[in-house]
């Protein structure tokens, strides 16, 4: 697997720092390591999760947001045809909208792969990025 055009989805990251599923764990530690790219909209569901669910406070999430970008991934940045471009996803498939747009920024930023465990294993969406659940 060439980690150059591979997406990840927020459960890797959060995988990455939930002790709960040492498997998980060690996985999403694992795709991290090979520095994948992330969307920025990732990110902010990352940062929610962090402050709203586990509680965490904001100079923690910073700091540890921060770690993240320096070390661990590479940050896409935000596609001017998102928008466009998820309106035509959202007409072919039946995902959320906050799916829709990281898919969309994927596609558009050139990635071939999403991982993700909480979409359509195999699917290929718009014949461009393929959905993979590296936690099978």
Same mark, same amino acid.
């Given at each position: 697997?060439n980690?150059?055009?591979?997406?990840?989805?927020?459960?890797?990251?959060?995988?990455?720092?939930?002790?709960?599923?040492?498997k998980?764990?060690?996985?999403a530690?694992?795709?991290?390591?090979?520095?994948?790219?992330?969307?920025?909209?990732?990110?902010?569901?990352?940062?929610? $999760? +962090?402050?709203?669910?586990?509680?965490?406070?904001?100079?923690? &999430?910073? !700091?540890?947001?921060?770690? @993240?970008?320096?070390? /661990?991934?590479?940050?896409?940045?935000?596609?001017s045809?998102?928008?466009?471009?998820?309106?035509?996803?959202?007409?072919?498939?039946?995902?959320?909208?906050?799916?829709?747009?990281?898919?969309?920024?994927?596609?558009?930023?050139?990635?071939? $792969? +999403?991982?993700?465990?909480d979409?359509?294993?195999?699917?290929i &969406?718009? !014949?461009k990025?393929?959905? @993979?659940?590296?936690? /099978?």
């Amino acid at each position: 697997m060439n980690i150059d055009n591979i997406a990840i989805d927020t459960n890797v990251l959060l995988y990455a720092f939930d002790n709960k599923d040492i498997k998980k764990q060690d996985k999403a530690v694992e795709i991290l390591l090979k520095r994948p790219f992330v969307t920025q909209l990732v990110l902010f569901e990352f940062i929610k $999760i +962090l402050e709203r669910k586990w509680k965490k406070d904001k100079k923690e &999430v910073t !700091k540890l947001t921060i770690k @993240i970008l320096d070390e /661990l991934v590479f940050p896409l940045s935000q596609h001017s045809d998102m928008y466009n471009y998820a309106y035509f996803l959202t007409l072919k498939y039946n995902y959320g909208l906050s799916d829709i747009f990281i898919l969309s920024d994927s596609i558009l930023n050139d990635c071939t $792969i +999403l991982l993700s465990e909480d979409m359509c294993n195999g699917m290929i &969406v718009d !014949k461009k990025l393929k959905i @993979i659940n590296p936690f /099978l």
